[in-house]
C-alpha cells in the first residue's frame, strides 16, 4: 500500500473514532455565558429543578407589580446548581423586565474563594465600576461610599446575588450591616439581596442586631436524583461527544452512581469527562469498565490533590504512615508509625514534632479519611492508637509520589 493512503487511512480510522468532538462542553468554565444559558434553558425545558424555579419566579414577581420582594437565602449542597439556576432566572427576569418597562440590574459577586470583608466589598465596588482593585490605602467606609455614590441615580429595582456568602471571613458582620442596613437606606433603589451558601448555619453567628433586619425568603435545592442527572448528562454527550463511541448503559450509570454518592452534577459531568479522555487515549469507546476507572481515578486525584496543598508535617507523617510495612499478626501503633516519621523527618532534613504532637495529626489524617485510627486503652500502661490504611493501593502509592516530590525527593529512588 501507497504511503499516501496508508497514512489517509489511518487519519480516518482516527477521526471516525474520536470521542471528544466538543471539549468545552465538558467544562463550563470554557462555555461562554450565552452557550451555558442556552445548555441551561435546555435541562430546565425538560422539567430539572422545576420546583425550584417556581419558588424563584413567585419570590420575584412582586417586581411586576411594582411591589418590593424580600432578600432570599439559597441553600444546597455543592454542585446542586445554585449558582446557574439563579443567575439564569435574574437573566430571565432581566429581560422579562425589559419587556415591561420595569427598571431591574443584577450583579453576581461571586465569592468562591474565602476573603476579607474588604475584598469582597472591594469586589462589588469593582463590578460596579465603582473603584479600582486596592491593596490597601482606602478605608472600608471609602469604600462603602464608593457603591452607594456610583448607585445613588438609579432609581429601579437592584437585585446584588451574593454567591457563597459564608466565604466572608473577618468579618461578614460588617459585610452585612452594610448591605442590610446602610445601603438600602442611602440609595434610592429597591435593592433585593440573593444570598447562597451550603451550609444551612450561615446564620448563626450573625450579630442579632443585623439579623433583625434580615427578613428572607429560603430555598432549598436538593441533590440532584438519577433521572435528573441522566438528563444533565445526556445533553454533554450530545454537544460534546461522538455518539457511536459511547457504549448502552454508561450515561445511566454515570447518573446512578453520582446520584448515590453525592447528587453533584459538577462531579458527575467531570466522571463524564475523565471518561472520555482516558477512552480517547486508549483508542476504545467509552465502556461501563472505562467508568469504573475513571471514577477510580477522580477519587486518586482528589487524595493525591488533598495531601499536596496540607502542610508538610501531614505530608510527612502520612508517608511515613503509608511506609510502615504492613503486619499480618498486628495493627500498626502509633508507636510504630512514630519512628518511622522520625526516620522520615532525619532524611529530609524536617523537625520532627513530640509523640503527643504527632498523635494529633494522626487525629487529623483520620479525620480526612486518609486513615483510620483507633484508641486502645491498656489500663495503667495509658493509651495507644491502632492505625488502620484502607486505601486501595494505586492511590497509597500515588500518594507517596506526591509527597516525595513535594520534598524534592526522586519518587523513583528507593527509600
Ligand atoms: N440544571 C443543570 N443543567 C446543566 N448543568 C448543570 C445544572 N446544574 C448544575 N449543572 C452543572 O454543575 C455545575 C455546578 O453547578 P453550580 O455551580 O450551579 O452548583 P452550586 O450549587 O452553585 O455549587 P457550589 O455550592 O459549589 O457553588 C455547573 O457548572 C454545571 O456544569
Ligand atoms: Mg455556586
Redesign the pocket.
Known amino acids: 500500500m501507497q504511503v499516501e493512503t496508508k497514512i489517509e487511512e489511518q487519519i480516518q480510522t482516527l477521526l471516525n473514532n474520536t470521542i471528544i468532538l466538543n471539549r468545552r462542553y465538558l467544562d463550563?468554565e470554557q462555555l461562554q455565558r450565552v452557550e451555558q444559558f442556552k445548555?441551561?434553558k435546555e435541562?430546565?425545558d425538560v422539567d430539572?429543578?422545576d420546583k425550584e424555579i417556581r419558588e424563584l419566579s413567585s419570590h420575584f414577581a412582586p417586581m411586576f407589580r411594582q411591589d418590593h420582594p424580600v432578600h432570599l437565602s439559597v441553600y444546597?449542597?455543592?454542585?446542586?446548581?445554585?449558582?446557574?439556576?439563579v443567575l439564569y432566572l435574574l437573566n430571565l427576569f432581566h429581560s422579562l423586565c425589559l419587556k415591561k418597562g420595569v427598571e431591574m440590574k443584577y450583579i453576581h459577586l461571586d465569592l468562591?474563594t474565602p476573603k476579607p470583608c474588604f475584598r469582597a466589598l472591594n469586589d462589588l465596588a469593582c463590578l460596579l465600576d465603582a473603584a479600582k482593585r486596592y491593596k490597601k490605602g482606602i478605608s472600608l467606609d471609602e469604600l462603602m461610599g464608593r457603591i452607594e455614590d456610583r448607585i445613588k441615580s438609579y432609581t429601579g429595582y437592584f437585585v446584588l446575588f451574593v454567591?457563597?456568602v459564608d466565604h466572608v471571613r473577618t468579618d461578614l458582620d460588617s459585610f452585612l450591616k452594610f448591605l442590610v442596613k446602610r445601603l438600602p437606606q442611602t440609595i434610592p433603589s429597591r435593592l433585593i439581596l440573593v444570598f447562597?451558601s451550603?451550609r444551612l448555619n450561615w446564620q448563626e453567628n450573625i450579630d442579632p442586631r443585623i439579623k433583625s433586619f434580615l427578613k428572607m425568603n429560603e430555598l432549598f435545592?436538593a441533590p440532584?436524583n438519577a433521572l435528573?442527572l441522566q438528563k444533565?448528562l445526556a445533553?454533554r454527550i450530545e454537544k460534546a461527544l461522538n455518539p457511536k463511541m459511547v457504549e448502552s448503559g454508561v450515561l445511566e450509570k454515570i447518573a446512578a452512581v453520582s446520584s448515590r454518592n453525592h447528587g453533584?452534577?459538577?462531579k458527575a459531568?467531570e466522571l463524564l469527562s475523565k471518561s472520555a479522555q482516558m477512552a480517547e487515549k486508549e483508542g476504545v469507546p467509552i465502556t461501563l469498565d472505562l467508568v469504573d476507572r475513571a471514577y477510580d481515578e477522580i477519587e486518586r486525584d482528589k487524595y493525591a490533590a488533598m495531601i499536596k496543598s496540607s502542610p508538610k508535617q501531614l505530608q510527612a507523617a502520612l508517608y511515613s504512615i503509608l511506609s510502615v510495612p504492613p503486619s499480618s499478626h498486628k495493627p500498626m501503633q502509633t508507636g510504630d508509625a512514630y519512628n518511622a516519621y522520625s526516620a522520615f523527618c532525619g532524611k529530609v532534613g524536617l523537625r520532627a514534632l513530640t509523640q503527643r504532637a504527632f498523635s494529633d495529626i494522626v487525629s487529623e489524617l483520620d479525620m480526612y479519611g486518609f486513615i483510620q485510627a483507633r484508641i486502645l486503652s491498656h489500663g495503667r500502661y495509658g493509651r495507644t492508637k491502632e492505625i488502620a490504611v484502607k486505601l486501595p493501593p494505586e492511590v497509597v502509592l500515588k500518594i507517596k509520589h506526591v509527597v516525595l516530590l513535594e520534598f524534592d525527593l526522586n519518587p523513583l529512588a528507593r527509600f
Open positions: 463550563d445548555v441551561l435541562i430546565f430539572v429543578r444546597g449542597k455543592t454542585g446542586t446548581g445554585k449558582t446557574v439556576t468562591s454567591d457563597e447562597s451550603n435545592f440532584y435528573d444533565i445533553l453533584d452534577a459538577r459531568v
